[in-house]
């Protein structure tokens, strides 16, 4: 038998506790940063790259969602949240500036609106979130 070892989320809690244990996405960046740099971990390094090239909106977004899921109180509720925000994430620009730099002229240099994370303000983000006028999905 092939001991497969520690699996990659065991071994890694204790940054992913660290990383994400905070509110703000600009938080969660400077605390990888930290980590990568100051105790040369390679898992935060790699947190710190994802959190620093991926659409800023959907970094934040997702943040709101790491927060929101104690309230979700089933799966309905959940997989309705998510039709929810697909159908606002589809209307954003990022998605075409994504499929444009990874599919099309495959450049990996999207350029996202808004570009950084601090210029996805808390306004943006409740926009995503406001649903009125869309239907369920049951």
């Not at 979700?72 to 730099?101: Q, S, Y």
């Not at 009125?132 to 049951?138: N, V, Y």
């Amino acid at each position: 038998q092939i001991d497969p070892g520690v699996p990659g989320l065991a071994a890694n809690r204790a940054a992913i506790d660290y990383i994400f244990g905070v509110e703000k996405a600009e938080e969660m960046v400077s605390r990888a940063e930290d980590m990568a740099r100051i105790k040369g971990d390679a898992f935060a390094a790699n947190i710190h790259s994802m959190l620093t090239t991926r659409c800023p909106t959907s970094i934040k977004v997702f943040i709101h969602l790491l927060n929101l899921s104690d309230t979700l109180d089933d799966v309905n509720a959940a997989l309705d949240l998510d039709f929810k925000l697909a159908l606002k994430m589809m209307r954003r620009p990022d998605l075409a500036e994504g499929i444009r730099a990874v599919l099309v002229d495959k450049d990996h240099a999207p350029t996202w609106s808004p570009s950084t994370l601090a210029d996805v303000s808390d306004d943006m983000i409740a926009d995503i979130f406001n649903h009125d006028g869309l239907p369920s999905l049951r």
